[in-house]
């Protein structure tokens, strides 16, 4: 199979994203979070090192919630009826999603603070 030429490879990647926009309420929510960090980065004139973080901990919990997306999208393929270890994996996908998100909401408050509250 030849690969497709680089703006191809792109325009399924950007094609990728708009359906995770359409279609995933998290991601959309995650989303408005990230829309909100980028209003916040500039209200609040946060560092370029700050912002860095921030950003940073947006993308990853976006992709984080896209890996998820596939993870369940494969197992609903592979088993569409209910099965306790599809369930397992499914779960433990979206703990990792949980995870990364509550983890950026500590950085989120740790930088945030300062800007802030002083």
């Known amino acids: 199979m ?16 708009f359906l995770m926009i359409k279609t995933e309420r998290n991601f959309q929510i995650e989303l408005l979070a990230f829309f909100a960090n980028l209003f916040f980065i500039f209200y609040l004139h946060l560092s370029a090192t700050d912002a860095a973080i921030v950003i940073f901990l947006s993308f990853a919990v976006l992709s984080a ?3 998820n997306t596939a993870v369940e999208r494969i197992c609903d393929i592979i088993q569409p009826d209910f099965d306790k270890r599809i369930g397992f994996i499914k779960d433990i996908a ?6 990364l998100a509550i983890a950026s909401v500590i950085v989120g408050v740790l930088v945030y603070w300062k800007y802030i509250f002083t």
């Not at 979206?94 to 995870?99: F, K, Q, R, S, T």
């Open 2 to 17: 030849q690969k497709p030429p680089l703006h191809k490879s792109f325009l399924n990647a950007f094609h990728g994203v």
């Open 65 to 67: 919630e896209i890996f």
């Open 94 to 99: 979206a703990g990792a999603v949980l995870l």
